[in-house]
């Protein structure tokens, strides 16, 4: 991670108590995915009977998502080949992805990139399971593959079996992207996902903070975020807007950041509003807890 520093800049904050479009269970009809964008020059594609061979570079959905359940057979060309799925991806504009969660669908011998083992790419996460498989992914043979982003949590599942749990991720939205690395290529078929729909209430079924018959919650300790060395060396300027609930004591549980202007203040932001502290909200003169919305505007100094 760059290094980080809070000069040379000046942070203004907006606190927003609005309706809140949390993701809801992810429970609806999976899709085709009949587009694809390529990322960077040198990618290489084909259409195949089953479906699509990426035999260099990255594609990604067209769309970034936030919350989902992505359903996929994949299976490696030929010996030698290998490839990548990239989750809540981010990259610069028009640069490569590098900034989210990846799993290795093929796998190594040496246990540093076992497969479907979830990893982050410059983000946060803690692991909670990884029971295997051990062993590479055989060339020819498909595996079903069944990723489930929702909030904090990432899970993989491959031939029916759960094998990667982890929590705490960062619930920034990103794109879903195949990166093939090797010789032969990646070939995939049936490519599936749904997006979570919007839901009123906020995680675990809060009310917003602004709702009828809810006490706002007053700000009673502020915070400012941190510049990183890469944001600030972009001069990097915009919004971040994070959700994020306010427990029933004031203090800040769960984040969810949902737009940067650069991928690294994704975590500046999110440490950020975790520091922040709050008269809470109440119903009926009890405090609750509630769902929240926050801007920052990054701006730096000429």
């Known amino acids: 991670m760059p290094l980080c520093t809070r000069v040379s800049c000046a942070i203004a904050f907006v606190f927003v108590c609005v309706a809140t479009q949390a993701?809801?269970?992810?429970?609806?009809?999976?899709?085709?995915?009949?587009e694809w964008t390529p990322v960077g020059s040198g990618v290489e594609t084909r259409a195949t009977p089953d479906g699509l061979l990426l035999?260099?570079?990255?594609?990604?959905?067209?769309?970034?998502?936030?919350?989902?359940?992505?359903?996929?057979?994949?299976?490696?060309?030929?010996?030698?080949?290998?490839?990548?799925?990239?989750?809540?991806?981010?990259?610069?504009?028009?640069?490569?992805?590098?900034?989210?969660?990846?799993?290795?669908?093929?796998?190594?011998t040496t246990g540093r990139r076992p497969r479907g083992r979830l990893r982050t790419d410059g983000t946060q996460?803690?692991?909670?399971?990884?029971?295997g498989p051990h062993?590479?992914?055989?060339?020819?043979?498909?595996v079903t593959c069944e990723v489930r982003a929702e909030r904090?949590?990432?899970?993989?599942?491959?031939?029916?079996?759960?094998?990667?749990v982890a929590d705490r991720a960062t619930?920034?939205?990103?794109?879903?992207?195949?990166?093939?690395?090797?010789?032969?290529?990646?070939?995939?078929?049936?490519?599936?996902?749904?997006?979570?729909?919007?839901?009123?209430?906020?995680?675990?079924?809060?009310?917003?903070a602004g709702a009828p018959g809810i006490t706002p919650p007053e700000t009673t300790r502020r915070a400012s975020p941190l510049y990183t060395a890469a944001a600030m060396a972009a001069r990097t300027k915009g919004i971040a807007k994070l959700e994020f609930v306010i427990e029933a004591d004031g203090s800040v549980g769960a984040v969810r950041v949902i737009d940067v202007p650069h991928p690294d203040l994704a975590l500046s932001s999110a440490a950020c509003v975790r520091e922040w502290r709050f008269t809470p909200a109440a119903r009926n003169g009890v405090p609750v807890a509630v769902v929240a919305t926050m801007e920052m505007a990054f701006t730096l100094q000429p």
């Open 23 to 34: 993701a809801a269970q992810i429970d609806v009809e999976l899709r085709p995915i009949g």
């Open 55 to 108: 035999t260099a570079g990255t594609i990604r959905t067209p769309a970034p998502s936030a919350d989902f359940v992505l359903r996929f057979e994949y299976r490696l060309a030929a010996a030698g080949a290998d490839a990548e799925l990239l989750l809540r991806a981010r990259g610069a504009s028009d640069g490569p992805l590098g900034y989210g969660y990846r799993v290795a669908l093929g796998g190594d």
């Open 125 to 131: 996460m803690r692991e909670g399971m990884y029971t």
């Open 135 to 142: 062993t590479p992914a055989a060339s020819g043979r498909w």
């Open 152 to 164: 904090d949590t990432l899970s993989v599942s491959l031939d029916g079996m759960a094998v990667s």
């Open 171 to 208: 619930a920034f939205s990103g794109f879903v992207a195949f990166e093939a690395t090797g010789t032969g290529g990646l070939e995939l078929r049936d490519v599936r996902m749904a997006s979570a729909e919007p839901a009123v209430d906020g995680p675990r079924g809060l009310p917003a």
